[in-house]
């Protein structure tokens, strides 16, 4: 029998036995666990990764040789600017990676 809780005897209370159920509970374990990734998947995710970091680190290879060409000169300003506009693209490419690790779950 559920037991109304109100105030003053009030009809408009609510049923105490109802409210003891917790919907997150009810649906268990499973509810928080991910779906596996198949071994396709897996293969697709790892291909897709490597591509990436190719694309990374021949981007690094041309600014190395590139730099390695312009060391004993002073840059021009408007080659300076430039030289800005790829280590910022660096950075962004860098943490495009970090962040596709993350989400593939590589540390």
């Known amino acids: 029998m559920e037991s109304n809780v109100g105030v003053l005897g009030d009809s ?22 991910r779906r596996r990734a198949t071994d396709k998947e897996r293969v697709d995710q ?31 300003s408007g080659e300076l600017q430039l030289w800005r506009a790829v280590a910022e693209y660096i950075e962004r490419l860098q943490a495009t990676n970090a962040s596709l690790k993350r989400l593939a779950g590589v540390q």
Not at 13 to 23: H, I, L, R, Y
């Open 46 to 76: 790892a291909r897709r990764m490597r591509g990436r970091r190719l694309l990374i680190k021949d981007e690094k290879d041309k600014i190395r040789s590139l730099l390695a060409s312009r060391q004993d000169h002073a840059l021009p």
């Open 12 to 33: 408009s209370s609510v049923p105490v036995a109802s409210a003891a159920t917790n919907e997150p509970r009810a649906r268990g374990k499973a509810a928080h666990r």
